[in-house]
């Protein structure tokens, strides 16, 4: 029963994220909601983990909360739940639009789908942000303002963004030279 609801849940994600992977994001805070599968702060590593390995993000979250929630058949199934809808609506877009290329309400209809997709984007942006640098829970215990952030995190982000677009010899650094760096980072100081 659980493989039939994990293939539900992201054939439903899939069928309405549009914008790539971060767009998926507001749909698994849902999920993680309504069904216990992970937790926000489990979804915050799947972020981190689906960004740093090959693959679309996208996939590499069903794959990870499919495994955590039924083991290798539910990542099998959470996967092709996710991936489905994009094939048979890539199926049927390719032959409706040979016939349809010209029509200005078919562009005018994949031009109003960017505004949608930034929206996605954005709010996965804030829920993003909100789990890596922003600590709800100690500010409600305490009322503090500054224990409302996580003051590692936002010192690894500014440091990240220092040498990624102001200090000209690191500049040019492949990315995954600073995504193991915040690994081991994040290792070193316990994040």
Known sequence: MILLRLFWEFFKTGLFAVGGGMATLPFLYDMSARTGWFTAAQLADMIAV????????????ATYVGFTAAGIPGAVTA????????????????????????????????????????????????????????DLDAFAATGAFLSLFKWKAILLTAVLLV??????QTKKLHPIFFILASALAGIVFSF
């Open 79 to 134: 996967t092709l739940g996710l991936v489905t809808p994009e094939i048979l609506i890539i199926l049927v877009v390719a032959r409706v639009l040979a016939a349809f290329r010209q029509n200005k309400y078919v562009d005018a209809a994949f031009y109003g789908l960017r505004p949608c997709s930034l929206g996605l984007i954005a709010a996965a942006g804030m829920l993003v942000v909100k789990v890596t640098l922003l």
């Open 163 to 168: 040498f990624t677009r102001l200090v000209k």
């Open 50 to 61: 689906s960004e740093s390995t090959p693959g679309p993000i996208g996939v590499n979250m």
